[in-house]
């Protein structure tokens, strides 16, 4: 079985968010998405939160997505924890792609014992605008054991930061969008 894990900040999830779900869903056997908190980011909002919203993002794709749901009990700081985790609910047999946006190739190389996490996944990346590729880093990749593809897939010109920084509600879903409001999130 082909499983993806897909454990993103999600803070808040966005239409690209949903779009790397859709894509996901059409290429993998099962895709496992979180929200967790990023070492690398401060005064994010609570966990329970992301994950409520994550769920909202789930329910309202374009076509039913029987194979993409939140694995809340995967969220950890650490990949490698995750991966634990998911190998407990699919075992040992099937295989499985750390979902990573391109803005992220050069820091995985500096994550908790990445070679291990190398040994064991196939890291998909995501190419994300405005994050070029570099083959340095993917050269850095492969010295540390890291296999990895990359997503042929335009997901939408937008992020998290840009709803948090900006509030462009059109970066959001509407389900999202009205669970933010009901929640009193991000200053609404």
């Not at 792609?97 to 998909?124: K, M, N, P, T």
Request: charged share 20%; proline share 6%.
């Amino acid at each position: 079985m082909k499983i993806a894990l897909f454990g993103t900040s999600a803070d808040p999830p966005t239409a690209a968010h949903q779009s790397i779900l859709q894509w996901l869903s059409d290429h993998y056997d099962q895709v496992a998405v979180w929200a967790s908190d990023n070492p690398f980011k401060e005064n994010q909002t609570p966990l329970s939160h992301r994950m409520t919203m994550l769920e909202l993002l789930i329910g309202e794709m374009r076509h039913p997505a029987h194979n993409v749901r939140v694995y809340e009990q995967l969220s950890d700081r650490r990949s490698l924890s995750s991966l634990e985790k998911a190998k407990a609910i699919w075992g040992e047999d099937s295989e499985y792609s750390l979902v990573i946006g391109s803005d992220l190739v050069e820091q995985i190389c500096h994550w908790y014992r990445v070679r291990e996490l190398f040994q064991a996944v196939i890291l998909l990346i995501v190419p994300r605008p405005g994050y070029q590729i570099n083959p340095q880093q993917l050269k850095q990749l492969e010295e540390l054991g890291g296999k990895y593809q990359i997503a042929d897939i335009n997901a939408p010109e937008i992020s998290s930061t840009t709803y948090r920084i900006n509030k462009d509600k059109t970066v959001i879903t509407p389900p999202v969008k009205d669970y933010i409001y009901q929640q009193k999130l991000y200053g609404s």
